[in-house]
Every structure is written in C-alpha cells, then in structure tokens.
C-alpha cells in the first residue's frame, strides 16, 4: 500500500519561508511513470495545484507562483519538498502532497494534508 | 487553460445530476480529464479517471465523458444517495501545468 505523509511547521511568519516534505513509502520515488506533487487547498476553497516534480528532478510549477516556490526529491530518502518564500496570509491554506500518473496525469494517491497558516 | 465550473448543484434522492466543467484558452481534449470528490475533513478520491474511467469500488452510478465540440467534461451521478453530497473536481493538463476547476458543491436534498 502506497502512503504518504507531509510533515512540516504548521505556523509561519509573513515573509518567511514555507518547507514541507512528503515522505512516501510502499514505493519507490524513483519509479519512472509518476511525478510527485503539491496540492493546496485555502479554507473554504478549491484545489490548486502548486507544483509537481519527476523521478528526476525535473520541477513543474504554477506560473503564478513563479520564483518562489521551488519542489526537489529525495530519492535516497524517497521524499520530496516544497520551499516557498517569501508568505503571507494569502498562502494560508492545508497542503497536499499526493502522486500523479505520467500518463494520464491523475493523482491517485494523496496525503492527508498538512494545515499551514501564516500569521505573526 | 482554465476549467470553470457551476458553483453548486441539488437534486433529490434517487435523481441523476450532471456537473459540467467547461474549458477555456485550450482544447479540454488534448489531455485526460479526471474527476475528483472531497467530502469535508478529508483527501480528494478520484471518481472518473482518464475521461470515463471508474476506479475500483467507485460505483457504477458514476460516469464521465468529454465533449469535443463544446470543449467541455461532465461528470454525471445517477440513482443519488445522501453519501454523494460532496465537492466535485475536474482536473486536467495543459502545457506543463496541472489545472483543476473551481469545484462544485454537491448538495443532495
């Protein structure tokens, strides 16, 4: 059975950074046909993809977020990150990691998610 | 491509309802469409995959399909329970970049 779990502060400063990590287990974050990805859902509203990532390195990500989001994996570890700078209120919201199908695109496995809010 | 989708929808028990997801800027069948429900408290499932596709232990009162010329997906949900109240997702890919649609709120009077 094919798990994931993100970890990461649950409480961030304006400003500051956000970094969350998906560790997955029951398989290999190596495997060629998936991507791994980060899903974010504010309170009281949709999905919004913010990200994903290959079994190599190669980083897709939301054009409106642009520089500051940044997605790597770690194959040793079979985990994979998110790092966005500079957050305000606005990036309040319960992230998801969750896996995505190469060809189709579907995500058919995801975290429970991880509520993050930015305050001071 | 953006995907928009109604706000939300109600019917009653027993009835069948459509819930449409409309693309924009871009064809919606260049790539798979899939189809996402969120009860409250917990993980998107997905209900419809590549199109029209049912995953194991989703009921066959779900089904989906992908209209061309109306550049358009819809997800359509017969015999309804009170267990499908849910928000309902479409998600597809354009480009690089994964998109879902704004979802709809599913209420089952």
């Known amino acids: 059975q094919v798990l994931l779990q993100e970890s990461g502060p649950g409480l961030v400063k304006p400003s500051e950074s956000l970094s969350l990590t998906c560790s997955v287990s029951g398989a290999s974050i190596s495997g060629e046909r998936y991507y791994w990805a980060w899903i974010r859902q504010p309170p009281g509203k949709g999905l919004e993809w913010i990200g994903s990532v290959s079994y190599t390195g190669n980083p897709y990500v939301d054009p409106s977020l642009g520089r500051r989001v940044s997605i790597s994996v770690d194959t040793s570890g079979n985990r994979f990150s998110l790092n966005m700078a500079s957050v305000t209120a606005a990036d309040t919201a319960r992230y998801y990691c969750?896996?995505?199908?190469?060809?189709?695109?579907?995500?058919?496995?995801w975290g429970r998610g991880v509520l993050v809010t930015v305050s001071s | 491509l953006m995907l928009t989708q109604p706000h939300s929808v109600s019917e009653s028990p027993g009835k069948t309802v459509t819930i449409s997801c409309t693309g924009s800027?871009?064809?919606?069948?260049?790539?798979?469409v899939q189809w996402y429900q969120q009860r409250p408290g917990s993980a998107p499932i997905t209900v419809i995959h590549e199109d029209d596709q049912r995953p194991s232990g989703v009921p066959d009162r779900f089904s989906g399909s992908v209209d061309r010329s109306s550049n358009s997906a819809s997800l359509t949900i017969s015999g309804l329970q009170t267990e499908d109240e849910a928000d309902y997702y479409c998600?597809?890919?354009?480009?690089?970049?994964?998109?879902f649609g704004g979802g709809t709120k599913l209420t089952v009077l």
């Open positions: 998600q597809t890919y354009d480009s690089s970049v994964w998109v």
């Open positions: 969750a896996r995505s199908h190469y060809d189709s695109t579907r995500f058919d496995i």
């Open positions: 800027g871009a064809s919606i069948a260049t790539n798979y």
